[in-house]
């Protein structure tokens, strides 16, 4: 009898607790919905897909064969790490996702590896293209 | 019986709210599974960016002194004045250890009229964005 009650008392207990984390989950407001319309997911362009694998190889005469002189630049500044150094040693870029409008292009990147101090770093580079030509970089 | 009985049912409610609130705050200041979806800090902070609500940025963002944040709520101001947000669109992050980096592109129609597309990526560290770019 004394087992069938402390049996009893134990599932009351668990149900409450499965309630309460199921309560908590469906009034959790800390995120806000976004109010704005996304725009369309498209497939990786293979110009960025091109720059991407280029990058990730260490292959500076195709990168300088892909980008601008202006764009280099830029995609220089993109590639310091959160510290400001730059990232020497790549281990990874990976496609994040890419969307368009209007006929241009934002493919995103997560690049990851380890800045000239030796550090673990990640950064995130995008590509503008236009006729799938690279024509920016943030 | 029935009073023993509704207090653990009530104890046991109490008990997994609390963990669970507990857990979600760990796991989203720490950047846990990040790079599964879209953190909820990031596009608050988004949200937030683009409807101009500087103490919802600041909230977001390290603390920082009266200056920076008085500058933050005059660069809101200006663009208040020159965009309209048209869409957000979370394209995707990762993260490694702490950090996390989480990119988006924004449609905005200036004041002109013309329409521009860019994209920012948002560098996050214990649930507070370091970084914009």
């Known amino acids: ?138 | 019986m029935i009073r023993m009985a509704f207090g653990m049912v009530l104890v046991g409610i109490v008990v997994g709210y609390t963990l669970s609130a507990f857990a979600t705050t760990i796991i989203s200041d720490q950047g846990w599974f990040a790079a599964s979806g879209e953190p909820a800090q990031a596009r608050n902070y988004m949200v937030a960016l683009l409807q101009r609500e500087a103490e919802n940025v600041n909230a977001l963002r390290p603390q920082q002194d009266i200056v920076s944040q008085a500058l933050a709520a005059q660069a809101a101001q200006q663009s208040q004045q020159q965009a309209k947000p048209l869409s957000l669109t979370y394209l995707g992050g990762g993260s490694s250890g702490r950090l996390s980096v989480q990119i988006y592109a924004v449609e905005v129609r200036a004041n002109d009229g013309t329409q521009q597309l860019f994209s920012l990526a948002l560098t996050l560290l214990g649930g507070k964005v370091v970084g914009t770019r």
Request: charged letters at 20%.
């Open chain 1, 1 to 138: 009898m004394n087992e069938a009650r402390a049996a009893f008392v134990l599932a009351l207990f668990v149900g409450g607790l499965v309630s309460g984390v199921v309560v908590q989950r469906l009034t959790d407001s800390s995120g806000r919905s976004n109010p704005y319309p996304s725009l369309d997911r498209v497939d990786e362009p293979a110009t960025s897909a091109q720059v991407a694998t280029a990058i990730l190889n260490g292959d500076a005469k195709t990168l300088a064969q892909l980008v601008d002189n202006e764009t280099l630049t830029n995609l220089r500044d993109a590639l310091m790490s959160p510290m400001g150094t730059p990232i020497a040693d790549i281990r990874s870029v990976k496609f994040v996702g890419a969307t368009s409008k209007a006929g241009r292009v934002l493919a995103g990147y997560i690049l990851s590896g380890k800045d000239t101090q030796g550090t673990d770093a990640i950064v995130g580079f995008v590509l503008d293209l236009e006729n799938g030509q690279i024509v920016g970089v943030n």
